[in-house]
């Protein structure tokens, strides 16, 4: 890290462990979503595209008409049962900042097989899954690269997903289409708390994710497990929509916090990017500060509408040091039933993950001190201050 900018951070965004990066058949997440939306999304950023952007937005498309039959065929079929689809159990939100645990959180959680949760084919297909997943991804496992691009986490299209890839595919705007055109900086900021946008489009967002929920509960029964960093933000639409759920929230040392999440950023704006590669994207930062105290100010704000017995607080050190433990008093608070029936399958997952190493950061002191700063009322807020 040179001595002239010590506040920048280097190509893994403070990490001293190298990204991971995508080939060029890497399905995108942009993938999801049908033409129409998908060039709406490019001629808002002007179409400003590199030449290996230009060549992945035919394959969009090509994938994007492939949605719209598939959303023909499954509205023919499912119509009527899609329509009044409903959850059997209400569904449990992980709630937590970027890189807080929230997705070791919901791998434990869903290891339940009570338990139901959005895989990363579903959240990419979320318009036509019921049809096209038992026969679709075994043919398309190859495209997807074993790792996560920021940290060691696999992938696979049966594996969990944030149900926030799902919204995006659905056509509703969110914070992560910064990371399609990145070198034009943050967009979509007002849907991480939905505070400023129309009545309409909040009615649409929560009607979105229903049917989302709706049409996961028609597929296989059980309590949807549901993890999304930005419905952190959202509680006060969320109860609005599923009024029974029960949310657990998760939190991190901001130290470790910040850097971590400066490199979640960094490298989907790499790898999603449809304009190529670059070392730094200047905006990342400045978003990263202001994504948590906008997130959380919503949260205090809206956490005293959850109804007693429905929220559990954590933390991820605690959960880090003793999971089980940490897992049944989430059972017992929440009211999920015997953990008993979980334990064997959380047993298998943690022996699964004993060699699981978490990426290493290094930060010059300038940048600690600029955390303590402006996160200052979160490590207050968890107990991390000292």
């Not at 309590?223 to 599923?242: D, G, N, Q, Y």
Request: glycine letters at 6%; charged letters at 25%; a neutral charge.
């Amino acid at each position: 890290m040179p001595d002239t900018e010590p506040t920048k951070p280097n190509k893994q965004g403070y990490g001293a462990d190298p990204l991971h990066h995508y080939g060029w058949l890497t399905p995108l997440f942009w993938h999801g979503m049908t033409p129409g939306v998908f060039w709406a999304m490019v001629l808002r950023n002007r179409c400003r595209l590199s030449v290996r952007g230009a060549l992945t937005c035919l394959t969009i498309t090509g994938v994007g008409l492939f949605h719209l039959v598939g959303k023909l065929a499954t509205d023919l079929l499912y119509g009527r049962r899609l329509r009044l689809a409903k959850p059997s159990q209400p569904p449990l939100f992980v709630l937590g900042h970027w890189r807080s645990g929230t997705t070791l959180l919901h791998e434990l959680l869903i290891r339940d097989p009570r338990h139901v949760y959005p895989t990363t084919f579903e959240c990419f297909a979320p318009y036509h899954f019921l049809l096209s997943e038992r026969y679709i991804t075994p043919l398309i496992g190859w495209l997807l690269p074993k790792k996560r691009p920021m940290d060691n986490v696999a992938t696979g299209w049966d594996r969990p997903q944030e149900d926030e890839f799902a919204l995006c595919s659905l056509g509703l705007p969110t914070p992560y289409r910064s990371w399609a055109f990145p070198q034009n900086g943050p967009v979509c900021g007002e849907w991480l708390t939905l505070d400023n946008v129309s009545p309409d489009d909040r009615r649409r967002w929560g009607e979105s994710l229903r049917r989302f929920v709706g049409t996961l509960s028609l597929k296989r029964p059980g309590r949807v497990i549901l993890k999304s960093p930005p419905h952190t933000a959202r509680i006060k639409t969320i109860l609005e929509h599923f009024p029974d759920a029960r949310f657990v929230h998760i939190s991190r040392d901001p130290m470790k916090l910040f850097p971590s999440t400066v490199r979640l950023w960094k490298s989907l704006s790499d790898v999603q990017s449809l304009q190529g590669y670059r070392a730094e994207y200047d905006w990342i930062e400045e978003e990263v500060f202001s994504n948590l105290t906008r997130m959380y100010e919503a949260y205090d704000r809206d956490r005293s509408l959850i109804p007693e017995g429905r929220l559990v607080e954590m933390s991820y050190e605690d959960l880090v040091a003793d999971p089980k433990a940490s897992l049944r008093a989430v059972y017992e608070q929440l009211d999920l039933g015997s953990f008993d029936n979980a334990e064997a399958g959380v047993d298998a997952y943690l022996a699964e993950e004993k060699d699981y190493k978490t990426n290493r950061f290094e930060m010059p002191a300038e940048v600690r001190e600029r955390i303590a700063e402006r996160w200052g009322a979160y490590a207050e807020r968890w107990g991390y201050e000292g």
